[in-house]
Each structure stands twice: as structure tokens, then as C-alpha cells.
């Protein structure tokens, strides 16, 4: 199952008190209901791809409104062919659960749109924004590339509210207008997990928290191994670039002409190719520094500098 499928598989288990469950309802029928003609009846179906969805919208209106609601099965269309779940309640006990849930009149056919806004109470802010992510929400799995999490919004009214009940919790959310309707979203992975908490998906908020804190050690050492990666191409272009050069004395004076520390470094280098600087002062013992090499071969690459030039007499 998909990290957002857990979240909401979650969220349907939340317990939550009355003014809650109908916080909850008037956002998932604002967000997904709609009159419809079935069999020559006019009914309000309540839609959902996700089962467990499905489920709790089931159960609360049956709680809240003392109804019975069909459950009505049908296959998407196009290409993903996800189950649609529709929740079908009677035109007459829709029109009374409307009415009580603060919609002045439903609509013939079509979707039933948002009701007025009313204030909400801080409890039922947090059980509106659960009705809306379990209605039209999703996020990105943790481990993937970016974060992300969004609400679709059928409408600007239903996009503006709920920008403004996530930015009361603080969130930084953001809106765009797509081509099918509004989308509220929050990119920064801190503000999802905050969002997760708010709507009550605590589990998923553990869940998404270790992969982001995995990640970001991951990240450090990938920067980490990055660094050493290019202090040894560093070490491997130094010593190079000293081999070249003792090489190239070597043909044309011969290293026994040196001045015995020069020739020491220069032989040294050649019996250890490989090492950096300071594994090569180990050689001596410790007795030349580290300093005291890098010393020597700058000198050697003088030496090597002044013979490419055809200059006589270098200084030792
Ligand atoms: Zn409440």
C-alpha cells in the first residue's frame, strides 16, 4: 500500500466526538458529493477510489443522520481501473442531512459544492482537514525525491478554505489553479509532519519522520564520502604530478646528483607511489614532517622547472 493509502487507512480509525464526525462529513460531502439521477431517483452520492474511505464515510453518516446508505460499486473508466465507491443516499434524507449540516439548498444534479462557512471550533478545524485530505488528499511516499502533499479542491471557495484553516495551524501552505480545479499543497517535509499530526495520523507522522531523518543521515554521508572522494583524487593528482617530476630529473641529471633530502623524498615517492603526504612521513619514521616532504618536493619540481627551461648551474 502507498504511503498516502496507509495515511488514510489510518485516519478512517480515528475516534472523534460528535462535532467532530459532522466537521468531517460536511468536508468529504462538500468535497465528493453529488446529485445524480439513479434509476429514475434522484440520490446524493458520496464517491471515493479509497475502500477504507469509503468505509468511514459509511459509518459516520449512518451515526450522524440515521440513515442507511447504499454502497455502490463501479469501475473507473480510463486507464487506472480503480474501483470508484459511491456512498447513496435517498434525495428526501439527503436533502434533511444538508440542511442540518448547514447547506441552504442542494443543488438538482451535480456536485453539492461546499456549505457556507461557519466558524469552526478548534477541534472540528482539525476533523474538517481530515474529511478534506480523506475526500481529495494524497502525499508523497517520504523515501521518494521530493515531499509533497496536497488537497484537490473542487472549487476557490473550498481551496481558500482550506489554505486558511491549514495556515491558522501555521503550515505555509500554498495554492495553485490546475486545469480540473485548485490544489492546496505543502512542500516543506517539517509542515507535513505537522499536517499529519493535526489531522491525527500519528503513525504515519513516525513513519515519515524516520524516513526523513534516514535520508538526511544518508545524505550526510553521501556529502562525506563526497569530501574524501575528492581529497584522494587530490593525494592521487599530487603524487602524480611529484612522480613526473622525479622522473624527469631522474633522465636528465640522475637522482644521485641531488642533494641527499631531495633525494630521499624523491626516492621515497618512488618506492610508495600510492600514499598521501602524511602516510609518506610514516615511512621516514615520522622523522621528516609532512610539511617537511611538501617542502622538498617543491623543491624538486624548481630543480625539474629550471632543466625544462635549459637553465645551467641550478641552486641547490
Ligand atoms: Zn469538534
Not at 471515493?48 to 468511514?56: D, G, I, K, L, S
Not at 503513525?203 to 581529497?231: P, S, Y
Amino acid at each position: 500500500m502507498s504511503f498516502a493509502g496507509q495515511t488514510k487507512k489510518e485516519l478512517t480509525m480515528v475516534d472523534e466526538s460528535a462535532c467532530c464526525q459532522r466537521a468531517e462529513v460536511e468536508a468529504i460531502v462538500g468535497w465528493n458529493g453529488l446529485f445524480r439521477m439513479a434509476e429514475d431517483r434522484r440520490v446524493l452520492d458520496v464517491e471515493t477510489e479509497n475502500v477504507a474511505t469509503a468505509r468511514r464515510i459509511y459509518t459516520l453518516i449512518k451515526a450522524q443522520f440515521d440513515v442507511h446508505p447504499e454502497v455502490v460499486v463501479r469501475k473507473k473508466m480510463r486507464l487506472k481501473k480503480n474501483n470508484i465507491y459511491a456512498i447513496r443516499v435517498p434525495s428526501v434524507h439527503a436533502e434533511a442531512m444538508l440542511r442540518s449540516l448547514g447547506w441552504e439548498a442542494g443543488a438538482q444534479t451535480g456536485p453539492v459544492g461546499p456549505a457556507p462557512t461557519r466558524t469552526l471550533k478548534a477541534c472540528c478545524k482539525r476533523a474538517f482537514l481530515r474529511g478534506a485530505f480523506l475526500a481529495a488528499g494524497s502525499v508523497n511516499d517520504p523515501g521518494g525525491t521530493s515531499y509533497h502533499l496536497e488537497i484537490g479542491c473542487p472549487t476557490e471557495s473550498q481551496a481558500n478554505h482550506a489554505l486558511c484553516l491549514m495556515n491558522e495551524f501555521g503550515l505555509h501552505a500554498k495554492l495553485i489553479q490546475r486545469k480540473k480545479g485548485y490544489v492546496v499543497y505543502l512542500k516543506e517535509g517539517e509542515k507535513i509532519v505537522e499536517f499529519l499530526s493535526i489531522i491525527g495520523a500519528h503513525q504515519a507522522l513516525l513513519k515519515f519522520e524516520d524516513v526523513r531523518i534516514l535520508k538526511g543521515m544518508r545524505n550526510q554521508v553521501n556529502r562525506l564520502v563526497n569530501c574524501e572522494t575528492a581529497n584522494m583524487n587530490k593525494t592521487i593528482a599530487a603524487a602524480v604530478r611529484q612522480l613526473e617530476v622525479i622522473r624527469w630529473i631522474d633522465q636528465q641529471i640522475g637522482l644521485e646528483t641531488l642533494p641527499p633530502h631531495l633525494r630521499e623524498a624523491a626516492e621515497l615517492r618512488l618506492r610508495h607511489p600510492e600514499v598521501n603526504l602524511q602516510e609518506l612521513s610514516q615511512r621516514t619514521g615520522n622523522r621528516v614532517s609532512k610539511s617537511g616532504l611538501n617542502h622538498r618536493f617543491r623543491k624538486l619540481e624548481e630543480i625539474a622547472n629550471k632543466l625544462r627551461m635549459g637553465v645551467e648551474g641550478f641552486s641547490q
